[in-house]
């Protein structure tokens, strides 16, 4: 194993006392807790696990499976999340988000999106922002079969949120950063580490909460975030954007935790803070601070449909929308649009803020993909079959058992007695994974090339 940087030894000695600094350089040559979060809209089973105690759909596991060969993972049955990050759902209990607006700035690969997204509920709208369009594919893949059809991906750098003005009830940064607490999960992580680092990326962080703040809307809360130790990255940046923000940022009303929990508990400028330290919590290093936009007196400008803007969704016609209301379990509560070749469908309510995103920043992906027409029927994108909007009775279900869908997610070849006649929706164990077109003897497996399982 790649020792610890010198440095950082020398400096969690100084700034922890010598007992508690040795006791977390211990811990970061320990093995990682494996943990998973449930997606509670797909009924997934919970398991007979040790719960995560912070975390509504948390659980650890006992060891680590082979999550690619487990079906109910691609069908976005779980989402495989380290347990101390999932603490920001914490932070947002009694909030009353279902339905809200919640922006995740620096989303790629999804583990928060995804939590977002459940806090959210399907008639929420999760806006999960990646700048490096390398990342942002995933995180797209990610959400899709999440399937609750209610995030949009976007590719910004953070100052264009500036054009969402007092449009978020939550904005979370969880911002690039050194990852010192990654040293134990990813020790190729101890290499890339310099104090250099630690110095540009505090930089970025305060950059970052700055270009968000508008965003958020007056009473809304503010969650920033990072997987590092050090002080100048973590309460340093709460206590310089503090001092920033002014009376405008207020501190919460933090709940105390339990001292089992083993979660560091303080305060940072108005920021109420928790730190996690795997010699004390049962996670990765974290560092999580929450505060409020002050409600009174904010001024907020309101954003509005600018005039003269070019409509980005366009209308479908009246015979596509009658194909598309059949695969939907409420089609009263969709709206339908057309985005290039695709037709999607949206929360009826959200159609507009989806269609205001798309004009003021670069949306990759908002509601559902359904998929095309031809010949007056659809042919389903992939990511309908991870919808948990779309109605189970729309197509003959291929049940298949643990081999066969793996077979089906690697797209290799499927019995076709399997199958019914026409298009199938895949399942495993009641859960959706994809598409097959069966054509007499022969199987036309749908599922989509970027997310097919490889050389396992
Ligand atoms: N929230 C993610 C999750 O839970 O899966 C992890 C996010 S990771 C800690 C930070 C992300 O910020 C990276 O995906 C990185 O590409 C992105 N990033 C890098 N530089 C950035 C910048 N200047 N502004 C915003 N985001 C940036």
Known sequence: MTPLPESFVSRVLEELGPDEGAALCRALDTPSPTSVRLNPDKGAKAPSAERVPWSEWGYYLPERPLFTLDPAFHAGAYYVQEASSQFVGRLLRGEGLQGGRILDLCAAPGGKTTLYASVAGPDGCVVANEVDRRRVQVLADNVRKWGLGNVAVTTDTPDRF???E?????????APCSGEGMFRKMPEAREAWSEGEVVSCAARQL???????????????LIYSTCTFNHAEDESVAERFSEWAGEELEPVDAEPLPEEWGIVAGEAGAFSTFRFFPHRA????????VARKRAEGASVRPSRPAKGRRSVLQAVEKREAAELVRWCAEPDRMHFYRAGELLYGCRRGRAAEIEFLSQRLNVIYAGVAMGQLFKGVLKPDGALAFWTGLKDDVLPVAELDGEEALRYLRKADLPADRFAEGMNRVTWQGFSLGFAKRIGNRVNNLYPNSLRIQNK
Not at 166 to 174: M, R
Not at 210 to 215: E, G, I, S
């Open 282 to 289: 049962k996670g990765e290093g974290f560092f999580a601070a």
């Open 207 to 221: 950059d970052i909460l700055k270009a968000a703040w508008p965003a958020l809307k007056p009473g809304g809360l």
């Open 166 to 174: 007092g449009w978020f009830d939550v904005v979370a940064a969880d």
């Open 162 to 164: 500036g054009a969402l």
